[in-house]
T-cell receptor, first 112, second 111 residues
Framework: DQQVKQNSPSLSVQEGRISILNCDYT??????FLWYKKYPAEGPTFLIS?????DKNEDGRFTVFLNKSAKHLSLHIVPSQPGDSAVYFC???????????FGTGTSLTVIP | DAGVIQSPRHEVTEMGQEVTLRCKPI?????LFWYRQTMMRGLELLIY????????DSGMPEDRFSAKMPNASFSTLKIQPSEPRDSAVYFC?????????FGSGTRLTVV
């Protein structure tokens, strides 16, 4: 059973606009969340993370929001660029970080 | 640093054949993970090693799958015999703690 869910398999956004990728989780014991970005024929690469003690973490154009009561996190990309076109995976783990649970991914296409 | 190195990049094999995937983790990383990516389940953890010792293999789908880590710089994932439903991209990742550094993956096709 998927403990981390990304319900939108794909998303298309115009260049310059905001991209919002969503992720839901079921386990309230998760306390560390990450987003990975994956280009075709490459492995996933770390993008941004957030600890459960925060509700927002920002890194340049990328911001991750965490709503613990709703067990929901989202990744905002502003402004979106064509180079952001990739598959984005959400992941969650407990304190030890040994077991990451990944979502099924959302394929983002940024249209020039 | 060359990153996590996986080989081969692509493997096409016939059903029933043995397949061996290889991984060289980043030097100094004490944890190594094998993942399988499918459309339906995303990135699934198959097994992970800590200091070369298998810690959790509950994600290994069947006895046909086995993994070894004979030393800190090498790991293998073997499927014997392979079946068409094993077709997927298999990723190896290593980590010094939190986070993961992924290899480029092996795309396995079993016909």
């Amino acid at each position: 059973d998927q403990q981390v869910k990304q319900n939108s398999p794909s998303l298309s956004v115009q260049e310059g606009r905001i991209s919002i990728l969503n992720c839901d989780y079921t386990n309230s014991m998760f306390d560390y969340f990450l987003w990975y970005k994956k280009y075709p024929a490459e492995g996933p690469t770390f993008l941004i993370s957030i600890s459960s003690i925060k509700d927002k973490n920002e890194d340049g154009r990328f911001t991750v929001f965490l709503n613990k009561s709703a067990k929901h996190l989202s990744l905002h990309i502003v402004p979106s660029q064509p180079g952001d076109s990739a598959v984005y995976f959400c992941a969650a783990s407990g304190r030890t970080g040994n077991q990451f649970y990944f979502g099924t991914g959302t394929s983002l296409t940024v249209i020039p | 640093d060359a990153g996590v190195i996986q080989s081969p990049r692509h493997e096409v094999t016939e059903m029933g054949q043995e397949v061996t995937l290889r991984c060289k983790p980043i030097s100094g990383h004490n944890s190594l993970f094998w993942y399988r990516q499918t459309m339906m389940r995303g990135l699934e953890l198959l097994i992970y090693f800590n200091n070369n010792v298998p810690i959790d293999d509950s994600g290994m789908p069947e006895d046909r799958f086995s993994a070894k880590m004979p030393n800190a710089s090498f790991s293998t994932l073997k499927i014997q015999p392979s079946e068409p439903r094993d077709s997927a991209v298999y990723f190896c990742a290593s980590s010094p703690g939190l986070g993961r550094s992924f290899g480029s993956g092996t795309r396995l096709t079993v016909v």
